[in-house]
Every structure is written in C-alpha cells, then in structure tokens.
C-alpha cells in the first residue's frame, strides 16, 4: 500500500520555524520526485518546494526562497521541509505528493502520483 505521511505541523508565531517531514512507504523512492504543496483556506493549492534526489534537481516557490529548505534521506524514505522565519502567510495545509519521474522535476500538482494527507502549519501575528 502506497503511504506518503506528514507531520510537524503546528501553531507558531511570525518569525518562528518548523519542520515538516513526509516519511513514504509502499513504492521504490528513488524512482520518484517529492513535492512540497500548500492549500490556505479559499485558496488553490499551491507549489512549495520540491526535489529529486536522483539527479540533485530542487525548486522553490518565489515565496519561499531563502526561508525553507527541502531535502531528502533515502535511506529513511523521507522528504524534509525545514521552514524558517515563518509568516502568517505561510498558514496552510502542507502536502507532500510523490511524482514518477526520474530526472527533473514538475511543479504542477496534477503530475503527481500519490498524495499524503496533509499537516496543519499556521503561523500567528
């Protein structure tokens, strides 16, 4: 059974940080890309962060850069997200989602496979 699990959301104030983790299981993860995506309430679903370990390839939403950093232990079957000097903006439901594709990269969600269940970040003023 395909698995992709998230968790280290929770409640922090601006300037703070966290860091989501998305633990998969039930696929080979090498033959896969991790992305990092985002649903704030009456909003689309956006593209955070993503990588491919196979090739080093990694991206980041405009609105993010220079704050987050993905990264990935295949060893562990885990994708991180460490956030940092959060804003209130960057409240949402995280998902990871796994996209098969062995080179590169793809930032839109309608290219991924498989989808975890979401973590709850939300950022106090």
């Known amino acids: 059974e395909v698995q992709l699990v998230e968790s280290g959301g929770g409640l922090v104030q601006a300037g703070g940080s966290l860091k989501l983790s998305c633990a998969a299981s039930g696929f080979t993860f090498d033959d896969y890309a991790i992305g990092w995506f985002r649903q704030a309430p009456g909003k689309e679903r956006e593209v955070v962060s993503c990588i491919n370990s196979n090739d080093g390839s990694v991206y980041y939403a405009d609105s993010v850069k220079g704050r987050f950093t993905?990264?990935?232990d295949?060893?562990?079957?885990t994708v991180y997200l460490q956030m940092n000097?959060?804003?209130?903006?960057d409240t949402?439901?995280?998902?990871?989602a796994a996209d098969?594709?062995?080179?590169?990269?793809a930032?839109?969600?309608h290219l991924y496979d498989y989808w975890g269940q979401g973590t709850q970040v939300t950022v106090s003023s």
């Open 70 to 72: 993905i990264s990935s």
């Open 74 to 77: 295949n060893a562990r079957n």
């Open 85 to 89: 000097s959060l804003k209130p903006e």
């Open 92 to 96: 949402a439901v995280y998902y990871c």
């Open 100 to 105: 098969f594709i062995q080179m590169g990269l």
């Open 107 to 109: 930032i839109m969600d």
